[in-house]
Each structure stands twice: as structure tokens, then as C-alpha cells.
């Protein structure tokens, strides 16, 4: 079903989508409350910032959309497989997660308060700054990244985040006001925050997953092989920077400049799944606009 359907048979009353088949959607900023999206398959579909409280989507197949800041409180999320998905930023309070696989997602700054979380598979998601408080969760939550998540007794958690002390000491040089760095080896970055920062990165193999690299200036930089999904690259620079055969899956590309910059071949492409596009300039100067 395409965007156009959808929304008209939505705006003409009907609620009942169960089992739809939604693949490549923009429907952002919408109204949606209400909706019966059961067992439907959605798949690099954009809801950023929609109204979907009260909806049903149990039983549901979701995969590489994009969910941030979006309304999702009091939602039926039990029993539903969730994959690459991000929700930084969303309301899930009161939420229904009963026997809800949701794995390799980016929970940054979700709001789980008061939710169910039963029987819940994580495995793999990323909570930086997620809030769990009053939750009712009895999942086993060893293979989960927390970072400063709030747990349901309120306590502060850092678990299965280990950055090693290279990072650690480029994470305090950072704090204490620094903001131009050259890193010629791969690190494993994931989860750091370095925005505003000049990086000047010659190296491959290289880990910048679930990382807020906001406003960062890669100018001139060769990066290969490298992975920064679901990271914020929103108003970055990359002018003239090689980028060969690295993954930005559902990442923030808002505002963000490509302009001259060698990303694909035959042989060397970039994956951009589930990213967002949003005035973003590509390598040959033209602007696009898939998520605005």
C-alpha cells in the first residue's frame, strides 16, 4: 500500500490496518492515534514524530524504521518482532512490550515509564539516557548496552558499556573543552559524544554506532569499512571526504553536507537503510529531501 492509500482511507475514517503491508513510507508528523496496525509488516518506514498513542501494532513485523520522537504512549507492542529500529526520542509510557522482541534498535532517550516489559527481548539495543522508571520488566537484560539508563527503582545503570581507556581519555579531553581530533587507528567509539568537534579520521574498520557527532567537520577525512548506525550526523560536513563502503543505517543525516564527496562505485557502496534525509546535500550538490 502506498503513502497516498493509506492516508486517505485513514482520513476517511477507517482504523482497522491489520496485516497491511507498509515498505518505504513517509508518514511523519501525522495523527495516527488509534490505529489497528496488527500483525501489518512495516519495513524502512518513517513515523518521526507521529501520533500512533493508543494504537495496536501486536503482533507486528517492524524493520528499519525510524520512530524518533514519536507518541507511542499507552501503545500494544506485545508479541511484535522489532529489528533496526529507532525510537530515540519517543514516548512509549504505559506502553505494552509482553513478549516483544525488540533487538539491535536505538532506545536513546525513550521513555519507557510505567510501561510492561515482560518476557522482552533486547538483545543488542542501545539505552543511552533511556528511562525505565516504574517499568514492570522481569526480562533478562545481559546482552542490552545501558548508558546512564534509569532503571525502575531509579537507579542510574552503566552495564555492557566498556569503552576502553583510549576512548575514555578522548571522551574527558572532549569534556574539558577540546574539539579538534586527528585518529589515525580504528577505536571502537560507540556511544560517544563528540559534536560540534573537527575530525580528521584516516583509518577503516572503525565503530561510531549510536555516537552524537552533530555539526561534526570531517573535511577531507578518509573513512573505509566503518559502521555508524544509528548515529546523529544531522548538519555534519564531509565535503571532500572518501567514504567508501561504510554503513549509515538509520542514521540522522539532517542538514548534513556530502558536497564532493566519493562515496559509491560499483564496488564500494555505502548502505543507507532506514536513514534520514532531510535538506542533506549529496556528493554531486543536489539536495534530498526523503524524511522532512
Not at 520488566?137 to 534509569?150: G, K, M, Q, R, T
Not at 544531522?234 to 554503513?247: H, I, P, Q, T
Amino acid at each position: 500500500m502506498n503513502a497516498e492509500e493509506f492516508l486517505r482511507r485513514y482520513e476517511s475514517g477507517e482504523r482497522d490496518f491489520s496485516k497491511v503491508v507498509l515498505k518505504g513510507l513517509q508518514l511523519n508528523h501525522l495523527d495516527l492515534s488509534d490505529i489497528n496496525l496488527n500483525q501489518a509488516w512495516l519495513e524502512s518506514t518513517c513515523l518521526m514524530g507521529t501520533n500512533l498513542s493508543s494504537a495496536n501494532i501486536s503482533g507486528a513485523n517492524l524493520r528499519s524504521c525510524y520512530l524518533g520522537s514519536a507518541n507511542l504512549t499507552n501503545v500494544n507492542l506485545s508479541n511484535s518482532q522489532i529489528e533496526v529500529t529507532n525510537f530515540n526520542d519517543s514516548n512509549l509510557t504505559n506502553a505494552d512490550l509482553t513478549k516483544t522482541f525488540l533487538c539491535d534498535s536505538s532506545l536513546v532517550r525513550t521513555n519507557f515509564t510505567s510501561a510492561t516489559i515482560e518476557e522482552c527481548n533486547l538483545a543488542g539495543s542501545f539505552c543511552r539516557q533511556t528511562i525505565f522508571t516504574n517499568a514492570n520488566w522481569d526480562w533478562n537484560y545481559s546482552d542490552v548496552i545501558f548508558h546512564e539508563a534509569i532503571l525502575p527503582n531509579g537507579d542510574i545503570e552503566n552495564y555492557n558499556y566498556h569503552p576502553s581507556e583510549a576512548v575514555k581519555s578522548l571522551q574527558k579531553r572532549y569534556d574539558s573543552g577540546e574539539r579538534i581530533f586527528t585518529l589515525e587507528r580504528a577505536l571502537d567509539l560507540t556511544g560517544i559524544r563528540l559534536s560540534g568537534s573537527v575530525l580528521r579520521l584516516w583509518l577503516s574498520d572503525f565503530e561510531l554506532r549510536y555516537t552524537d557527532l552533530r555539526n561534526c567537520n570531517f573535511e577531507s577525512s578518509r573513512i573505509q569499512t566503518s559502521f555508524f548506525d544509528f548515529a546523529d550526523l544531522s548538519g555534519a560536513l564531509f565535503k571532500e571526504v572518501g567514504l567508501a563502503d561504510n554503513s549509515f543505517i538509520a542514521v540522522d543525516l539532517s542538514d548534513a553536507n556530502f558536497e564532493g564527496t566519493y562515496m559509491e562505485d560499483d564496488d564500494h557502496r555505502c548502505c543507507f537503510d532506514g536513514a534520514i534525509f532531510c535538506r542533506t546535500i549529496m556528493s554531486d550538490g543536489s539536495t534530498r529531501n526523503k524524511v522532512c
